[in-house]
């Protein structure tokens, strides 16, 4: 019997709920472990009647039993040795100029470099937001071809660009101020908290930028190349 079954027919997925970005991305846990080298310098250095010595040894040895700890619980080697390595790095860069607030020097350069990065990254759009979750999903670059998942990550993208923008306007002052404590006091909370508010506003912009419908971020709307050809014949008829 001639025609086709409803079996033969493509399957297209079934809008479902889908996991949030924490879920996908996580990144709240690393921030929390990340607070930790920069609040024991700040004890380190109040302890020890404002020594520069104290609160960097204070930090490289909370820094070093993170990462223990980290590689311990199954992360991965290259992302914890990075993690000590700025530990390190900062350390050095105090110790180098005497001033304590310049452990907080490393911190200020990364924000300022990934402000610009979230920045230029919508703009030439190659959202990172959309660079980091198709990677987690395995999805190489797919999703760009789905003009709704490429303009919803990128506006997603303008939350995390934000959230490096404030604490830039935070710590450049206290920064510039030489205020110590105000330092570590706002790098406590200008990472997990802000970490975990990003993650849900990101992730509510996401999911309201794409229409009713959609079958969410694992299942790009991709156009075939048989409706890629179609188009293309229809624009070249007079």
């Given at each position: 019997m001639?025609?086709?079954?409803?079996?033969?027919?493509?399957?297209?997925?079934?809008?479902?709920?889908?996991?949030s970005l924490a879920d996908l991305?996580?990144?709240?846990?690393?921030?929390?472990?990340?607070?930790?080298?920069?609040?024991?310098?700040?004890?380190?250095?109040?302890?020890?009647?404002?020594?520069?010595?104290?609160?960097?040894?204070?930090a490289v040895l909370t820094g070093s039993v993170v990462a223990g700890w980290r590689l311990r619980r199954g992360d991965r080697p290259r992302s914890v040795l990075i993690g000590l390595l700025?530990?390190?790095?900062?350390?050095?860069?105090?110790?180098?100029?005497?001033?304590?607030?310049d452990f907080f020097l490393l911190q200020v350069l990364a924000n300022l470099a990934s402000a610009l990065a979230w920045a230029v990254s919508i703009v030439v759009r190659w959202p990172l937001l959309g660079v980091l979750v198709g990677v987690a999903l395995g999805q190489r670059t797919r999703w760009r071809r789905d003009p709704t998942l490429l303009r919803a990550y990128g506006r997603g993208s303008w939350v995390w660009a934000a959230t490096y923008?404030?604490?830039l306007a935070v710590f450049v002052p206290l920064y510039l101020g030489?205020?110590?404590?105000?330092?570590?006091?706002?790098?406590?909370?200008?990472?997990?908290p802000?970490?975990?508010?990003?993650?849900?506003?990101?992730?509510?912009?996401?999911?309201?930028?794409?229409?009713?419908?959609?079958?969410?971020?694992?299942?790009?709307?991709?156009?075939?190349?048989?409706d890629t050809a179609g188009s293309e014949e229809d624009t070249a008829r007079p």
């Open positions: 001639a025609g086709t079954s409803q079996t033969d027919r493509p399957s297209v997925p079934e809008p479902r709920e889908p996991e991305l996580g990144g709240r846990r690393g921030a929390v472990d990340a607070t930790l080298p920069p609040l024991a310098f700040g004890l380190g250095w109040l302890l020890g009647g404002e020594s520069l010595w104290g609160g960097v040894l204070a700025a530990v390190c790095v900062a350390a050095l860069i105090a110790l180098r100029t005497g001033r304590a607030t923008a404030l604490r030489g205020q110590v404590v105000a330092l570590v006091v706002a790098r406590v909370a200008l990472s997990w802000l970490v975990a508010t990003a993650l849900a506003v990101s992730w509510l912009v996401v999911r309201r930028s794409l229409p009713v419908g959609h079958p969410g971020l694992r299942h790009p709307l991709v156009p075939s190349e048989e």
